[in-house]
């Protein structure tokens, strides 16, 4: 009887021990699997298939599909030695009507043919080719160990559209174009598509920098609350270069005009109706919104590709500017240097306004020599990057920090550049 009692207990106990087994198997089969490790160097994803993005909806890649060129869209990525990401968004001009969607950038046009936004990723699109924050080799990189997802720029809408739309031909000098041909602004769609890879792939970051440049600054203004909800316990900085949003007024509710691309603004950030939210006002609804982001912008005092788009937003969508029509530049400017003054009642945000009339800095050697406003732009970029994050970091209070005139993040200006120019 004792023989048979113990043996009842053994095979009570491997039953036990078999029925642990598979219920630790069925919890490691639940659980999220590890991302796989990345390769060194810069890689591109080609023709990444559709997803259903983090907002619960489907989403297909692809580029502008102007007539002749490839639709194809893709991105890349590079594994850094930090927990650390940047997520970068290309620039590259914008479309919204007839005019300004018959005129593409493209190589070998004769310089008197417009060229106002990129149509397709370009074949040599490396970013390893680039300077900037993407010089791994500059001692005062401050990203220089991060990883990076960089996200090309091919469908004309500021990285936010979400439409097909179909123009008119007002005359190509040299593209054999149709009478009507279709541009999909589809960059919210590229985008969902991107950070479903990244939530898939991205180890854990501990911080991120979402930046942009021109198109691409608007693109990480109006997105990184996306990549904040997708990586909720990372630390977070916006950077956006050279996008002051300084527009024809008419040009923000109109179709033709922004609403051509239906921008796809996240609505807990900038509401349900995208018409209340001013081009020109993005960067500063979006850092009162998110007060825990810390929110730089950076552009030069007179950008020159800044106020070739503006000047074309008040051909297309006219408007009264604030000087007459032959004083463009300076009207922009004034509008400019009004946006970076409303901005700073966000404790979180920071300007850099830098001398000259150069466009973009985040891929430019200018990103190291840049100092007209009194601080290296590099250090400034690093002292944004030291919100709460180790040795050297600000204490965390953003609002101390506005009254601080030594604190290492403030706003800057070149001497001279707040007042605005006079209309001529």
């Not at 198997?25 to 699997?33: E, Y």
């Not at 006002?281 to 850092?287: E, Q």
């Not at 920090?401 to 001529?424: E, I, K």
């Amino acid at each position: 009887m004792g023989d048979s009692i113990q043996s009842t207990l053994r095979r009570r106990s491997a039953r036990a021990v078999a029925l642990g087994l598979l219920a630790l198997a069925s919890t490691v089969a639940l659980a999220d699997p590890k991302p796989a490790p990345q390769p060194p160097g810069w890689q591109q994803v080609l023709n990444p298939a559709p997803v259903v993005g983090l907002d619960g909806k489907p989403h297909a890649a692809a580029c502008s599909g102007f007539p002749g060129t490839d639709p194809a869209f893709s991105f890349w990525h590079k594994r850094g030695k930090s927990k650390n990401l940047v997520v970068y968004f290309e620039g590259g001009g914008a479309c919204w009507d007839s005019f300004s969607c018959t005129f593409p950038m493209s190589a070998g046009l004769p310089p008197q043919v417009p060229q106002l936004y990129m149509p397709q990723v370009p074949a040599n699109s490396n970013p390893a080719s680039y300077d900037g924050i993407f010089n791994a080799r500059h001692p005062a990189n401050p990203v220089q160990d991060w990883s990076f997802v960089y996200i090309p720029y091919c469908t004309a809408d500021v990285h936010n559209g979400s439409a097909n739309r179909f123009y008119a031909n007002v005359g190509h000098p040299v593209f054999p174009l149709p009478s009507f041909f279709a541009i999909h602004h589809g960059g919210f769609d590229n985008f969902m598509v991107v950070l479903d890879w990244m939530r898939k792939n991205a180890d854990k970051p501990e911080q991120i920098l979402v930046a942009g440049s021109s198109a691409g600054g608007y693109g990480a203004s109006t997105n990184f609350p996306w990549v904040q909800k997708a990586f909720p316990k990372a630390k977070m900085a916006v950077l956006a270069d050279a996008a002051q949003g300084v527009l024809s007024p008419a040009f923000d509710t109109a179709t033709p005009g922004r609403n051509s691309w239906n921008p796809q603004l996240p609505a807990w950030v900038f509401g349900n109706d995208v018409n209340q939210v001013a081009s020109a006002s993005i960067v500063r609804t979006a850092a009162l919104a998110q007060p825990q982001v810390r929110v730089g912008q950076f552009t030069t005092h007179f950008d020159q590709v800044q106020i070739q788009f503006y000047g074309v937003s008040l051909q297309t969508n006219p408007a009264l500017p604030s000087c007459p029509s032959t004083g463009v530049a300076a009207s922009w400017n004034q509008n400019a240097l009004a946006s970076l003054a409303a901005a700073t009642d966000a404790p979180n945000y920071r300007h850099y306004l830098a001398a000259g009339q150069y466009h973009t800095i985040l891929r430019s050697a200018n990103f190291y020599t840049e100092a007209s406003a009194g601080v290296p732009f590099s250090a400034w970029t690093s002292a944004l990057l030291k919100h709460g994050a180790g040795q050297g970091a600000d204490d965390g209070d953003d609002r101390d920090d506005t009254r601080n005139p030594h604190s290492a993040w403030r706003n800057v200006a070149c001497p001279g550049c707040l007042t605005p120019l006079p209309c001529p």
